[in-house]
């Protein structure tokens, strides 16, 4: 188990560092619209696990980013292995954050109890 504080470093390190790759060396239009949004280390800092947003909200553009995200991780992994500090990089696993869109549909029923009364 690593030190919390070490591994919240380096999910930090990591978020900035592959936010800074999908801008700069990733080309692959299926990820033009990806954010990063957090990352998350397992405890023996092996697995990064990486949620990121997309601004569609259509079903087949989720899927492309998340097949565009895949197809670029062993160039991600490369390149976070030369920029980070550790004796192993970590693998990378991609999850679509569905927080925007949960917090979009609470906002709706807000406005929908309001225009009720």
């Known amino acids: 188990m690593a030190n919390p504080q070490r591994a ?11 936010t800074d790759l999908l801008l700069k060396r990733i080309n692959d239009p299926r990820v033009q619209d990806v954010t990063v949004t ?22 087949s553009d989720g899927q492309k980013a998340q097949a565009g995200l895949e197809a670029a991780s062993g160039l991600i992994r490369k390149e976070l292995g030369a920029r980070l500090t550790v004796y192993k990089t970590p693998e990378l696993k991609f999850v679509r954050d569905q927080s925007v869109q949960y917090g979009n549909h ?9 225009a009720d009364n």
Do not use: F, P
Not at 8 to 18: F, H, I, M, P, T
Not at 106 to 114: S, V
């Open 8 to 18: 919240g470093r380096l999910a930090q390190e990591v978020q900035r560092d592959v």
């Open 106 to 114: 609470i906002e709706d029923l807000i406005r929908k109890l309001h």
């Open 38 to 59: 957090s990352v998350e280390l397992s405890g023996d800092l092996q697995i990064a696990t990486i949620y990121y947003s997309i601004l569609s909200d259509l079903a």
